[in-house]
């Protein structure tokens, strides 16, 4: 049971900076007992790996605060995510410290594939959410958004290791989070998109009658929404 938590709360981290809980696990398992990895996967903590995950940590950091460019980091990471996740979770599961079942270690396949959904799944709401945080602050929220998402990957990856029974309840947090942003930036968008209609009809309206479009009117109510 803990180690099924450690291994979801770990690729859940993964499915929303693919390389944070990859360093902490590479860390931890080298430099403490709280992880031991299974022979077949030591190389996560590895000095090459660990080295790699850091360089391509510190390039995220940067691409996914850039409005547009956090668009296009996402969809290359829909393939390193899950990866990634997969990893984690048949790798932390099956750490010998971690549970006394030998399930996961004895069934990495699985444990892989449920870290590569569970990955997934959160990427595809963080990558739902992103375009709904930059439409309703006209991109000015990404870095804050991104900087949440680091800060939860973090977190939760410790979380995930030392207080497992946790990982449920940010679980629930977290999907709770996503559908709030989705769903109010659809309506900020159907607001945006009703109020432009109703400018363009007043403006046809306007030359029907001969007068000059008020074009400020249109300005005004755009600042004042915003």
């Known amino acids: ?6 291994g979801a709360g770990l690729s859940a981290a993964a499915g929303l900076n693919a390389f944070i809980p ?6 931890t398992a080298r430099f ?21 995950a850091a360089v391509f940590l510190l390039a995220e950091l ?8 956090d668009h ?34 004895d069934n990495p396949l699985v444990g892989g594939i449920i870290g590569a959904v569970i990955a997934g799944l959160v990427h595809t709401g963080k990558a739902a959410a992103r375009p709904a945080v930059n439409a309703a602050t006209g991109g000015t929220g990404a870095p804050v958004a991104s900087f949440a998402e680091d800060a939860t990957s973090v ?18 947090a977290m999907g709770f989070a996503v559908y709030r942003i989705v769903t109010t930036g ?3 968008r159907r607001h945006r998109e009703l109020r432009l209609a109703q400018e363009r009809l007043e403006r046809e309206a306007e030359q029907e009658r001969g007068e000059r479009p008020s074009w400020w009117r249109g300005r005004m109510r755009e600042k004042s929404g915003s």
């Open 155 to 172: 977190g939760l990856s410790f979380v995930a290791i030392f207080i497992p029974l946790l990982v449920v309840v940010i679980f629930v």
């Open 72 to 105: 296009i980091n996402d969809l290359i990471q829909s393939a390193v995510r899950p990866l990634v996740g997969g990893v984690i979770f048949a790798a932390t599961a099956a750490a010998s410290e971690i549970d006394a079942a030998h399930f996961w270690g």
């Open 186 to 188: 659809r309506r900020r």
């Open 32 to 52: 403490t007992h709280i992880i031991e990895l299974p022979a077949n996967l030591m190389w996560l903590e590895s000095w090459v790996t660990i080295v790699i």
């Open 62 to 69: 940067v691409l996914d605060k850039i409005p547009g460019v």
């Open 1 to 6: 049971m803990l180690a099924a938590l450690t």
């Open 22 to 27: 990859l360093l902490i696990v590479g860390l």
